[in-house]
């Protein structure tokens, strides 16, 4: 069975490409959310074993989904990618376990060794 990952992005051309590269260098099945509302229910009704979501976006941004994640109890491992990642975010969300940081613009290789390695 493959494992599942959940790509949030508001950005349609980001989350293809992110798509993309994650279902053919690491085989997995990809689900997608354009914002963290969205995210927060697919990923409190699905199992996922890695969440892959960009920091600024409507309605709930990335900050808040990890949060709100981790008060619900969900452990799944979490890439935050964002071109905004500031010593204030960068530390709050440290503050939760299992999460990785890939600063956009981000390289294919970065992000397939990245998912890889998470879910390897």
Do not use: W
Not at 20 to 25: A, I
Not at 80 to 107: A, D, G, W
């Amino acid at each position: 069975m493959k494992k599942k990952v959940l790509i949030v992005d508001d950005d349609s051309l980001v989350r293809e490409v992110t798509k993309e590269v994650v279902e053919e260098k690491n085989d997995l099945e990809v689900s997608e959310a354009t914002n963290g509302k969205e995210a927060l229910h697919l990923a409190q009704n699905n199992p996922f074993d890695l969440l892959i979501t960009d920091i600024c976006m409507p309605e709930m941004n990335g900050i808040e989904l990890v949060d709100k994640l981790r008060k619900s109890g969900t452990s799944i491992p979490i890439i935050v990618t964002s071109s905004m990642l500031n010593h204030h975010t960068r530390n709050h969300l440290i503050s939760h376990q299992s999460i990785y940081f890939i600063e956009k613009p981000f390289s294919i290789e970065t992000l397939a060794g990245t998912v890889g390695n998470i879910v390897s």
